[in-house]
């Protein structure tokens, strides 16, 4: 795909070729295991699926051009995706980690890869620097932003020159899970790898689990794609094609998600049973300047503290109607998360309690929904708690 070309033609066109065998100009379903070879080790390109698959190959040429990358790997999750980049590492390399990340990516780290011998340091790299942590055995520096649950935006620029300037050279892992490549470029910023759960906005239609990372180094593509393989941790050819498909709608669904998310924060600022609000695009929050200067948008997901305490929460999440409640986020509908007993429930109480999030902490994922429905929505919730 021209690389001169705008996103939202990319998302439409990236990847996508029409079947040379009958014109189909949508990428089909490769259901197909196996390909048939005309002899031994003469093949069209595909011997086996879990090794490469015509419509896996369709969604990662998507995914790298979305990204600005050379290579992406499409893979069976979120957390598979964080677990083959950590199957780069040995015992006794250590990561460090910004504090506030997705629940299931602090528990892979924590009781999966610290067991085997790799230790993570969980660190605020709003106010620390990695260079604090960093010592002679740091391999990754692994960034998510805006954070899950918490918002929290980090200077994806910042960190990669400073891990520029180190030897040994840490890799620097963005998940851009949140803001989508239409947001937000870190492999323009200088980052290594970008992750990605598709489960959320890229998929967008909360029909799929899936992830994704994209390079653009052939070698690191190569040490990701071995792992990958010899694991067998794919995406397969229908999750592929929901994801394709979704794709080609991400910058207008991530306009709405915007727009919502933008007249929503603003409500809740307001609202007299809200304690605070944090959202990237708030002038209020404590990163904005980095935000408007790293993202060209500030995303669909908002984060805010209720006044009192578990019972009004509760309360709130059982009176909401037009939100749903549950996990995941970045689909069309609206989810409303209560972090401490759903998404980040496996992070210890007083890992959770030092991070700030508490019981009255509710997270929205905004959907294309009417924002006025909405607003509606959680204004009766809200004065029912
Ligand atoms: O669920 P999965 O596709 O495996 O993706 C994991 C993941 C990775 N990174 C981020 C930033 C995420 O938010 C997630 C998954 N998050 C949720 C399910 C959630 O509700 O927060």
Redesign the pocket.
Known sequence: MDGRQHFETIAVHAGVHPDPSNGAIMTPIFATSTYVQKSPGHHQGYDYSRTNNPTRTALEESLAALEGGKHALATS????A?DIIMHLLDSGDEVISCDD?????SRLFRTIWSRLGVKTHFIDMCSISPAAVTNAKTRVIWI?TPT??LLKVIDIGKICSWAQTQSPRPLVVV?N??ASPYFQKPLALGADIV?H????YLNGHSDV???ALVVNDDELRKRLHHVQNSMGGIAGPFDSWLVLRGIKTLALRMQRHEQNATAIARFLEKHPKVERVLYPGLSSHPQYAVAKQQMSGFGGMVTFFMKGDMGNARKFLESIKVFSLA???GGVESLV?HPAI??HASIPPETRAKLGISDSLVRLSVGIENAEDLMGDLDQALRAS
């Open positions: 999750s979120g957390c598979t964080t990340v997705y629940g299931g990516t998510e899950n649950p998940d899970t949140f992750l759960s598709t489960t959320k689990v899936g992830g996990e995941s986020l998360d759903m998404t």
